[in-house]
């Protein structure tokens, strides 16, 4: 292996807020090119695929697994009108490779918006899938308005808690988590106390010597706070693992591969099987991102896994779901510029507008009399649901494109509210 793509493509993490931004785009050039990542004794090392006879040996023998993640199925604006097509892109894929997958995580947002439609589309696809077993955690996406009660039905029986559990494969300890539920304004993804206590209980029983995949869908390591692509409490469940000599993190959410290795534990996002998202800070707020037409496919995908018993190993091959077109580089680009959607009427109805757009809200406070009306309109590509911080009113449905939300006031006070499913997005109504 050339010496210098190793160093190019290893991300320590030396920066207080845990970026390395400049190592995340490196990384992400080379995902786009199919690259193979293989942990040893806490070292991650890359070679990109080249189709030769080594890449094959390397993922022959041992236990092979897949992770597909954020399908949204639902989902239908520009960014991708039909995320059904590349999701089962992505099974084809997987069906294709040769090799049967033992099982499949899948890291959340099955749905766009949690109907039980989207939901037995999704699993019309998967079901295709040439394996034993899918293994579910819950995206945001997946819960809501129920607090996550239909995705526990459909796909969390004999789970623990909000749906969290552990299995064991060829030796390995395999652990879902649940970080998506109870958000609080202006924080992060959540574990939850009762969740990192049963963590805690669950690792007991197992020696160091003994590899650790977890999986979830919020990234378990701070990618990028500014837009909620962090969990609050993941430190509390990474000091349960350090003692373990090779720790596994899959995540998705993000949409889009990223790495970093801490220790003996290597983190790891996926890319979606639906639609890219813009690099951290590339654009003004998170979301789906539109490409041109030819490339979509090239920044989608899924990964494969691959675990040599006695190696303590695991590979880890990202595949897009098409090469990227020739000219066209595969990272993901900035953020398109948008129209405005901000600059739309003050009033209407008779109520003062609170416009969502690019995950803010504007204005991020407004004054009503007593008495008064006030509307959300959602601007997004994206759902977002509006909580009262302090339950003084009903939350919202989940708000679509263009939907809204009309609530009166009566009682004089301040009004914190948040995005139950961006909890970074928060605002308040003050009442005179
Ligand atoms: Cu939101």
Same mark, same amino acid.
């Given at each position: 292996?050339?010496?210098?793509?190793?160093?190019?493509?290893?991300?320590?993490?030396?920066?207080?807020?845990?970026?390395?931004?400049?190592?995340?785009?490196?990384?992400?050039?080379?995902?786009?090119?199919?690259?193979?990542?293989?942990?040893?004794?806490?070292?991650?090392?890359?070679?990109?695929?080249?189709?030769?006879? #080594?890449?094959?040996?390397?993922?022959?023998?041992?236990?092979?697994?897949? !992770?597909?993640?954020?399908?949204?199925?639902?989902?239908?604006?520009?960014?991708?009108?039909?995320?059904?097509?590349?999701? !089962?892109?992505?099974?084809?894929?997987?069906?294709?490779?040769?090799?049967?997958?033992?099982?499949?995580?899948?890291?959340?947002?099955?749905?766009?918006?949690?109907?039980?439609?989207?939901?037995?589309?999704?699993?019309?696809?998967?079901?295709?899938?040439?394996?034993?077993?899918?293994?579910?955690?819950?995206?945001?996406?997946?819960?809501?308005?129920?607090?996550?009660?239909?995705?526990?039905?459909?796909?969390?029986?004999?789970?623990?808690?909000?749906?969290?559990?552990?299995?064991?494969?060829?030796?390995?300890?395999?652990? #879902?988590?649940?970080?998506?539920?109870?958000?609080?304004?202006? #924080?992060?993804?959540?574990? #939850?106390?009762?969740?990192?206590?049963?963590?805690?209980?669950?690792?007991?029983?197992?020696?160091?010597?003994? @590899?650790?995949?977890?999986?979830?869908?919020?990234? /378990?390591?701070?990618?990028?706070?500014?837009?909620?692509?962090?969990?609050?409490?993941?430190?509390?469940?990474?000091?349960?693992?350090?003692?373990?000599?090779?720790?596994?993190?899959?995540?998705?959410?993000?949409?889009?591969?990223?790495?970093?290795?801490?220790?003996?534990?290597?983190?790891?996002?996926?890319?979606?099987?639906?639609?890219? !998202?813009?690099?951290?800070?590339?654009?003004?707020?998170?979301?789906?991102?539109?490409?041109?037409?030819?490339?979509?496919?090239?920044?989608?995908?899924?990964?494969?896994?691959?675990?040599?018993?006695?190696?303590?190993?695991?590979?880890?091959?990202?595949?897009?779901?098409? @090469?990227?077109?020739?000219?066209?580089?595969?990272?993901?680009?900035?953020?398109?510029?948008?129209d405005s959607f901000a600059a739309g009427p003050a009033v209407v109805g008779g109520a003062r507008v609170i416009r969502i757009d690019n995950f803010s809200f504007l204005p991020p406070e407004l004054h009503v009399p007593k008495g008064g009306k006030v509307m959300w309109i959602n601007g997004d590509d994206v759902p977002h649901l509006i909580v009262s911080a302090d339950q003084r009113f009903r939350?919202?449905?989940?708000?679509?494109?263009?939907?809204?939300?009309?609530?009166? /006031?009566? !009682?004089?006070?301040?009004?914190?509210?948040?995005?139950?499913?961006?909890?970074?997005?928060?605002?308040?109504?003050?009442?005179?």
């Amino acid at each position: 292996m050339d010496p210098e793509i190793m160093t190019d493509t290893i991300v320590h993490d030396h920066g207080e807020d845990g970026i390395d931004r400049r190592g995340f785009l490196k990384c992400m050039a080379w995902a786009g090119t199919g690259a193979l990542w293989v942990m040893q004794s806490g070292v991650l090392r890359s070679m990109p695929l080249t189709g030769t006879p #080594g890449d094959a040996a390397a993922l022959k023998g041992g236990l092979f697994f897949a !992770q597909i993640s954020d399908s949204h199925i639902g989902f239908s604006k520009e960014a991708n009108p039909d995320v059904t097509a590349t999701l !089962q892109a992505a099974v084809d894929r997987l069906n294709g490779q040769g090799r049967r997958p033992a099982f499949v995580l899948h890291t959340g947002d099955i749905s766009q918006l949690s109907k039980p439609t989207e939901f037995d589309t999704a699993d019309q696809v998967i079901k295709g899938i040439r394996t034993e077993r899918v293994f579910y955690v819950p995206g945001e996406h997946d819960v809501l308005g129920d607090n996550g009660k239909q995705y526990l039905a459909r796909y969390g029986r004999k789970t623990r808690g909000d749906g969290w559990y552990s299995f064991d494969h060829s030796g390995v300890h395999f652990v #879902g988590l649940v970080n998506v539920l109870n958000l609080k304004p202006g #924080g992060l993804g959540s574990l #939850g106390a009762e969740q990192v206590a049963w963590l805690k209980r669950d690792l007991a029983g197992h020696p160091a010597s003994t @590899p650790i995949v977890v999986f979830a869908h919020v990234p /378990l390591w701070t990618v990028y706070p500014d837009w909620g692509w962090g969990t609050d409490d993941s430190e509390q469940a990474l000091a349960l693992l350090r003692r373990f000599g090779s720790v596994t993190v899959l995540n998705g959410h993000i949409h889009q591969v990223m790495q970093k290795v801490e220790g003996n534990v290597a983190f790891h996002t996926a890319l979606s099987t639906a639609f890219p !998202q813009p690099a951290p800070g590339t654009a003004p707020s998170p979301g789906p991102l539109k490409v041109e037409p030819a490339r979509l496919r090239s920044l989608l995908g899924l990964a494969s896994v691959t675990y040599h018993q006695g190696q303590h190993s695991l590979a880890i091959v990202d595949q897009p779901l098409a @090469p990227a077109p020739a000219g066209m580089a595969a990272a993901a680009p900035a953020g398109a510029q948008r129209d405005s959607f901000a600059a739309g009427p003050a009033v209407v109805g008779g109520a003062r507008v609170i416009r969502i757009d690019n995950f803010s809200f504007l204005p991020p406070e407004l004054h009503v009399p007593k008495g008064g009306k006030v509307m959300w309109i959602n601007g997004d590509d994206v759902p977002h649901l509006i909580v009262s911080a302090d339950q003084r009113f009903r939350p919202s449905s989940a708000l679509d494109t263009n939907d809204q939300y009309t609530l009166t /006031l009566e !009682q004089p006070g301040t009004y914190p509210y948040f995005c139950s499913l961006h909890p970074k997005m928060t605002g308040r109504i003050v009442v005179e």
